[in-house]
Nanobody, 125 residues
């Protein structure tokens, strides 16, 4: 049974950093592209970043380019999202999702098949 579990969220001041983790189980993560998404209160789900199955390529939303970095360790079956220079507008529930595809299919949530339960990130002073 494919399962994704996010962790690492919390409360951080503007300008601070957090690293989110997405732990995979029940499937061979090496064959899956993984995406990070977020949903702020009252807003739709937004694609943040995506990484190919090998980790060789990644995409980012314009709103996070230069601040967020996605990476993966297939041996540990874990994908990370390093978030630096956080802003209040980054406040949201962050989700990871999997797509059985070698390359990142894009940042549309409809492109991904399996989802984690989310972790809350709050950026506030």
């Amino acid at each position: 049974q494919l399962q994704l579990v996010e962790s690492g969220g919390g409360l951080v001041q503007p300008g601070g950093s957090l690293r989110l983790s997405c732990a995979a189980s029940g499937f061979t993560v090496d064959y899956y592209a993984i995406g990070w998404f977020r949903q702020a209160p009252g807003k739709g789900r937004e694609g943040v970043s995506c990484i190919s199955s090998s980790g060789g390529s990644a995409n980012y939303a314009d709103s996070v380019k230069g601040r967020f970095t996605i990476s993966r360790d297939n041996a540990k079956k874990t994908v990370y999202l390093q978030m630096n220079s956080l802003k209040p507008e980054d406040t949201a529930v962050y989700y990871c999702a999997a797509k059985q595809w070698r390359l990142c299919p894009g940042l549309g949530d409809y492109l991904f098949d399996s989802w984690g339960q989310g972790t809350q990130v709050t950026v506030s002073s």
